[in-house]
C-alpha cells in the first residue's frame, strides 16, 4: 500500500505560480514511478506529468509542457509539481498517483494508489 497527500494548491491569478506537493508513505517509494493528474469541473481526470523512479525521466502533457515542472525528492518521500505561468484553464483538482511501475506512465487505469486531491484555481 501506499498513502499519498497533496498540498500546495490554492487561488492564484493568471501568470503566477505555485508548487504543488506529494507526500508518500508505506511502500518504497523510491521504487516507483509518479503521475500527476487534473480534473476540471465537468470534465475527465487528465494526465499532466509523470516522474521514473530516479528522477532522471519525465513526461508531460502537451498543455503543460514548458511550465510545469515535476521532481521528486526521494529522501523526503516526495514529489513536486512547480506550475509556472498559469492560466485559468488550469484550474482543476491535482492528484498524484503511483503506478506499479518504476516507469513513466501516461493512463489513468496504469496508476494504483490515488491521493485525495489539492484544488488550484487560477483566476482571469
Known amino acids: 500500500q501506499v498513502q499519498l497527500v497533496e498540498s500546495g494548491g490554492g487561488l492564484v491569478q493568471a501568470g503566477g505560480s505555485l508548487r504543488l506537493s506529494c507526500a508518500a508513505s508505506g511502500r518504497t517509494f523510491s521504487s516507483y514511478a509518479v503521475g500527476w493528474f487534473r480534473r476540471a469541473p465537468g470534465k475527465e481526470r487528465l494526465f499532466v506529468a509523470a516522474?521514473?523512479?530516479?528522477?532522471?525521466?519525465?513526461r508531460y502533457a502537451d498543455s503543460v509542457k514548458g511550465r510545469f515542472t515535476i521532481s521528486r525528492d526521494n529522501a523526503k518521500n516526495t514529489v513536486y509539481l512547480q506550475m509556472n505561468s498559469l492560466k485559468p484553464e488550469d484550474t482543476a483538482a491535482y492528484y498524484c498517483a503511483v503506478p506499479e511501475s518504476r516507469y513513466t506512465r501516461i493512463l489513468e487505469v496504469e496508476y494504483a494508489y490515488w491521493g485525495q486531491g489539492t484544488q488550484v484555481t487560477v483566476s482571469s
Open positions: 516522474i521514473n523512479w530516479s528522477g532522471g525521466n519525465t
